[in-house]
Nanobody, 120 residues
Framework: QVQLVESGGGLVQAGGSLRLSCAASGRTFSTYIMGWFRQAPGKQRELVAAMTRGGNTNYVESVKGRFTISRDNAKNTVYLQMNSLKPEDSAVYYC??????????????WGQGTQVTVSS
């Protein structure tokens, strides 16, 4: 069973950048599709970005061109580089492991979340 631990959240001004990291334990990391979700207060959790083992990616429209997901299977780590951050990007960001690049319901292994706050 894979366990996930996120890091890298924090407070940043609008227009700034942050890189989130998600370290995974377990030998089966590379077999999973890895995704980053976010949930803002009063809103549903949404799949922000996902990446297959082979490098195929999917992004929610609102972050295209600003966020980049990447993974290092040798280090059992997945990253989310977030540039040109906006106040509406503020949320708790979760790393998750699943079996579909687009189907949020396929993700069943979750990290504890890391807070991202973007000030205007």
């Amino acid at each position: 069973q894979v366990q996930l631990v996120e890091s890298g959240g924090g407070l940043v001004q609008a227009g700034g950048s942050l890189r989130l990291s998600c370290a995974a334990s377990g030998r089966t990391f590379s077999t999973y599709i890895m995704g980053w979700f976010r949930q803002a207060p009063g809103k549903q959790r949404e799949l922000v970005a996902a990446m297959t083992r082979g490098g195929n990616t999917n992004y929610v429209e609102s972050v295209k061109g600003r966020f980049t997901i990447s993974r290092d299977n040798a280090k059992n780590t997945v990253y989310l580089q977030m540039n040109s951050l906006k106040p509406e990007d503020s949320a708790v960001y979760y790393c998750a492991a699943g079996t579909s690049i687009r189907d949020s319901s396929s993700y069943n292994i979750w990290g504890q979340g890391t807070q991202v706050t973007v000030s205007s």
